[in-house]
Structure formats: structure tokens, C-alpha cells
């Protein structure tokens, strides 16, 4: 394991938006196969590339989906007994529009109402 790391000096941006979405149609929100439509939507919609796919439904009701990306994650997981999905973007990619992202799902999860945060730093090294 390890070997030769190639160190250079370089700045890297991340945006990281956690949002809140209440209202939402709860067989939505319980649907793991479209909730991981929305995912790949939601992906290609802010130019992020999926690596892997993880997600699990809970009994008796509620999902949670991670993807990894090649520019950071999202992650959503869903209370659908409260109409209420937790949504999170995260990524690297200056071209990526978090805000994008949350509208699809705003849209396709059919929230009525939204809470949310985006966060913009920098990482020098």
C-alpha cells in the first residue's frame, strides 16, 4: 500500500449544499428505484461523474442513497411517514451548480417546502 504520492501546490474549491425538503409525496420518498432515478438525474443535471452506488431501504418505510462522484457526493435520505428528505451535494467541480440540483429534487420529490444552506470554501495546499 501506499507508494510515491505527487505533491504540487493548487487551490480547490468545493461547494457544499444541505437541504431540507418537507412536504413531499411519501410514496416517493419510499420508492428506493425512483429515488435513484431522481440520484442519476440530479448527477448528470450539475456535471458530476458517479463512481459507485450505495443505498438501503428501511423497514417498514424510508430509503437512503449515497453516490459516491468523482468530484465529491450526494446523499438523500428519506422519512416518508414525515414527508421529509434530507438532501446533501457536495462537490469539487466549479462547473457543478448545486442550486440546480436541488430544484430537480424540489421538483421530482414534490416539496412544498425547502430549507437550505450552500457553503463555498477553499482548499489550498
Not at 78 to 90: H, K, N, R, S, Y
Amino acid at each position: 500500500m501506499g507508494g510515491c504520492v505527487q505533491q504540487s501546490t493548487r487551490c480547490v474549491k468545493v461547494k457544499h449544499l444541505a437541504a431540507k425538503l418537507s412536504g413531499c409525496d411519501p410514496v416517493i420518498l419510499n420508492d428506493e428505484k425512483r429515488l435513484k432515478e431522481i440520484l442519476e438525474e440530479v448527477s448528470s443535471a450539475v456535471k458530476m461523474s458517479v463512481l459507485q452506488r450505495v443505498s438501503h431501504r428501511f423497514e417498514p418505510q424510508g430509503v437512503s442513497l449515497v453516490y459516491l462522484l468523482a468530484e465529491s457526493h450526494i446523499s438523500i435520505h428519506t422519512w416518508p411517514e414525515c414527508g421529509v428528505a434530507d438532501l446533501e451535494i457536495v462537490t469539487c467541480r466549479e462547473e457543478s451548480d448545486v442550486s440546480v440540483g436541488l430544484k430537480l429534487c424540489k421538483e421530482r420529490l414534490k416539496a412544498v417546502k425547502v430549507e437550505h444552506r450552500v457553503w463555498t470554501f477553499a482548499h489550498n495546499y
